[in-house]
């Protein structure tokens, strides 16, 4: 049993918290990316979250003279693309040995600048609070919220994230096996065929809504579903490297505290550092350290999940990407509050879907504010993720096309 969890006379396991107590409110040192983002990591990143919306990754198509950017733009996902822990790295502070983590949800404020090409992006990082309830998954489960702001070259703020981390024993996951009879579906070439079939005709709404504005939305509407998968370990793998994080010494340390690497991870699941110096695959994270149990099933046993299982800022960017596609180019998210129940797995279909549940006349912008809920599910209706996001909506003439 770890150091920092007991066992009471009822048999109960607590976890002991008290070395993240010291954390909170501290300004956090960690990585900062070295070099400013380039065109090819926006693309990347959108052939990693599988947007297919050609804003993101054709040069030609974004500087058309209908559009609203006039050029290359980044989505409002990519953000956390330009983190060095997914903007979770806040929310993991303090050492517990035995434990492991993962994604619990996501809160984001959009302040109005967009990335592009051409800018370096840095970040400013703090851990909020944390919770400690009894899960059926892990027992004691401590959730705590982090905060990182991401700011351009030009001081420009451009968005926050505040974090949630589920951070558990994993020898408690173990026991309690809550996972611990799921297999890989087996899809047949038919069903995967209707399937590439359904995830055309969404890409097709995309394109047709194209460089138009999104003017005629009512309460009730209905976002088209889109559809994810079935998920695989090259799926997964396409993810982790689209995250800029996952790119040899792409980040450089800067002064101040952060024990994110520090965190009580099981052995197996850390990374070497010191041997990194040598062979950086010790330090790379998927091919030895915490996500390898994303890609391989013997460590995701070992945390207490069956089989390879997808990342949290994934699912997130899903949803802001899902948002976006459909908002169009001339709209903005400017909220997003994201609860995580459960990760995709290898072999499962995730689908998102979404519905106008207010809009909002009387924002000080002028223009309309809609207000979705999203719903991502995986094949067989369990719930993944849920919430709410507030999307700033264009009129005819607002806003207007940004200076060529």
């Known amino acids: 049993m770890s150091s ?5 006379g009822d048999g109960q396991v607590s976890l002991d918290t008290s070395p993240v107590d010291k954390w909170i409110g501290i300004p956090l040192g960690g990585g900062q990316l070295k070099d400013p983002v380039a065109p090819n990591d926006i693309r990347r990143w ?17 500087s058309a003279p209908e559009s609203r950017f006039g050029r290359f733009v980044a989505p409002q996902s990519f953000a956390v693309a330009c983190d060095d822990s997914h903007g979770a790295g806040p929310a993991i502070q303090g050492n517990i040995p035995g434990t492991h983590m993962l994604f619990g949800g996501d809160e984001w404020w959009f302040f109005g600048p967009r990335i592009r090409p051409g800018q370096k992006i840095s970040r400013e990082r703090m851990l909020f609070d944390y919770k400690v309830s009894n899960t059926k998954f892990a027992g004691p489960t401590m959730f705590s919220r982090g905060d990182t702001t991401y700011i351009n070259d030009s001081g420009e703020i ?14 408690e996951a173990r026991k309690l096996g809550l996972f611990s009879d799921d297999k890989d579906p087996e899809w047949s070439e038919d069903q995967l065929m209707e399937i ?17 504005r ?5 309460v009730g509407d209905r976002l088209p579903q889109r559809l994810i998968g079935p998920h695989t370990v090259a799926s997964f793998t396409t993810e982790w490297r689209a995250f800029q994080m996952t790119i040899w010494h792409a980040f450089r340390e800067v002064p101040g505290p952060d024990s994110t690497l520090d965190a009580g991870w099981l052995p197996e699941m850390a990374r070497d550092q010191e041997g990194a110096k040598i062979d950086p695959t010790l330090g790379d994270g998927l091919y030895y350290g915490p996500s390898r149990g994303h890609v391989q099933a013997k460590y995701a046993q070992l945390i207490g999940l069956p089989r390879g ?10 949803i802001m990407d899902y948002i976006s596609n459909w908002a169009g180019e001339w709209s903005d998210i400017v909220h997003s509050k994201m609860s995580y129940r459960s990760p995709a797995m290898t072999g499962d279909l995730t689908k998102l879907d979404g519905e106008v549940t207010d809009i909002n006349y009387d924002d000080p912008s002028g223009q309309p504010v809609a207000q979705l809920h999203i719903v991502m599910s995986n094949h067989e209706s369990a719930v993944l993720a849920e919430g709410d996001a507030l999307v700033r909506l264009p ?6 096309p940004e200076p060529r």
């Open 4 to 8: 920092n969890s007991k066992q009471g």
């Open 46 to 62: 959108s052939q990693g979250m599988q947007n297919g919306n050609p804003l993101y990754f054709d040069d030609e198509y974004a």
């Open 158 to 171: 451009l968005c926050k994230q505040r974090s949630t981390s589920i951070r558990y024993l994993a020898e």
């Open 196 to 212: 590439e079939e359904q995830k055309f005709e969404y890409f097709k709404t995309v394109q047709e809504l194209g460089h138009g």
């Open 214 to 218: 999104r003017l005629f939305v009512k």
């Open 309 to 318: 299982y997808g990342y949290g800022a994934s699912m997130g960017a899903w």
């Open 395 to 400: 009129t005819e003439t607002l806003p207007e």
